[in-house]
């Protein structure tokens, strides 16, 4: 029995929270989420705030600084971040407002932004021979095979018998 592909649906939740960050460029980053239908009735109607830190660079001792904070209107599950600090460390973590407490649902994992520009540093290169590589970059012994028993072999090597 055949199942008709064009009829099948993706599911709308995976009933699953996850938590996502994705470097777009070196000043902005990209967040989506999704919570299970047991997180959302804990929220019962309350207002989702986003956090995104900058992290020191032990990424879990103090000093990891609140870069951006945002209330997030209803029913959104992705944010952008702008005008971030290049070659920089930044986590999310999302929040719900209970009283004048935040209290974390999620944090998200750990990215790091690229540099504003490549690297203009000096190096120093340093030049290494290979064992078995002669100085043109052949190896040093020709192949004890003959080219018949090469051909020979390549039906085997490509699934032909």
């Known amino acids: 029995m055949g ?23 070196q000043n902005s980053i990209y967040l989506y989420w999704e919570m299970c239908f047991e997180q959302w009735r804990i929220l019962n109607g309350n207002r989702l705030v986003i956090n995104l830190y900058e992290l020191n660079s032990d990424a879990e001792g103090p000093g990891n600084r609140l870069v951006q904070s945002h209330t997030l209107p209803p029913f959104t599950g992705d944010w952008y971040f702008y005008n971030l600090q290049p070659d920089r460390r930044y986590q999310a973590e999302i929040c719900y407002q209970q009283n004048d407490r935040l ?26 021979s290979v064992e078995g590589i002669n100085a043109i970059g052949t190896p040093a012994k020709e192949p004890n095979v003959t080219m018949k028993e090469l051909v020979n072999t390549m039906s085997f090597y490509m699934g032909i018998k």
């Open 3 to 25: 199942v008709d592909i064009d009829r099948l649906e993706l599911p709308k939740w995976y009933d699953d929270n996850l938590m996502t960050l994705l470097v777009v460029n």
């Open 103 to 128: 209290i974390s649902i999620m944090k998200s994992n750990i990215v790091a932004l690229p540099p504003a520009e490549p690297y203009r540093g000096s190096r120093k290169v340093e030049w290494r």
